[in-house]
Each structure stands twice: as structure tokens, then as C-alpha cells.
Nanobody, 115 residues
Framework: VQLVESGGGLVQAGNSLRLSCAAS????????MGWYRQAPGKQRELVAL????????YYADSVKGRFTISRDNARNTMYLQMNSLKPEDTAVYYC?????????WGQGTQVTVSS
């Protein structure tokens, strides 16, 4: 499975961004999908998860109510709608999928929120 993120960029605090993660390859085996982020000097942290059918989601407390994770299985794409962005949301955002016994990661997309 190959993953390519897009949609990152530089925005002012309070604005929105939508990240996309396009999957290719053995997409039939994909189960759960998720987003992580890593800020400079910090450990990678879980942002949000979504189940295979999209019916179950999980959010980190820091993004709950501001971020929305979704997926379009027909397009093999996952999204992260990020609203009311804060400077502390600045990080490299990575998408990840569980496919069979393995997990796969994208290369990351930079999100920078200015105050």
C-alpha cells in the first residue's frame, strides 16, 4: 500500500485546511486509517482514527470538536478537515493505514499555523 498526503500549507490561526491521503496498491486489504502528527522536538502523536466503514472515529482531546476525519472507500482516500486551527497544531501530519498484518505510512505533509 502506498500513501500520498496532500493539502498542507501555511495558514493563519482560526482558518481551516483539509488534508487528503490517497491510497494505492493493495487497497482491498485496508482496514482502519488514521492521522498522526509530529511537531519539532516532540514525539509523534495520534490525531484521529476511523474504522474501515467509517462508522467509528476517535479524536485526540486536543483536536476534538475542531477536526473531522472521514474516508471515501470508493476513491481510496481519507480526509482530515481541520477548522479553527491554532499555532499548536503546527506539525508534519502523517496518514497511516492498517492493511492485513501491516501498517503503512505516508511521507507527511507540513501544516504551519501562524498567530
Amino acid at each position: 500500500v502506498q500513501l500520498v498526503e496532500s493539502g498542507g500549507g501555511l495558514v493563519q490561526a482560526g482558518n481551516s485546511l483539509r488534508l487528503s491521503c490517497a491510497a494505492s496498491g493493495s487497497t482491498f486489504s485496508i482496514n482502519a486509517m488514521g492521522w498522526y502528527r509530529q511537531a519539532p522536538g516532540k514525539q509523534r502523536e495520534l490525531v484521529a482514527l476511523i474504522s474501515s466503514g467509517g462508522g467509528s472515529t476517535y479524536y485526540a482531546d486536543s483536536v476534538k470538536g475542531r477536526f473531522t476525519i472521514s474516508r471515501d472507500n470508493a476513491r481510496n482516500t481519507m480526509y482530515l478537515q481541520m477548522n479553527s486551527l491554532k499555532p499548536e497544531d503546527t506539525a508534519v501530519y502523517y496518514c497511516t493505514v492498517v492493511a492485513g498484518p501491516h501498517d503503512y505510512w505516508g511521507q507527511g505533509t507540513q501544516v504551519t499555523v501562524s498567530s
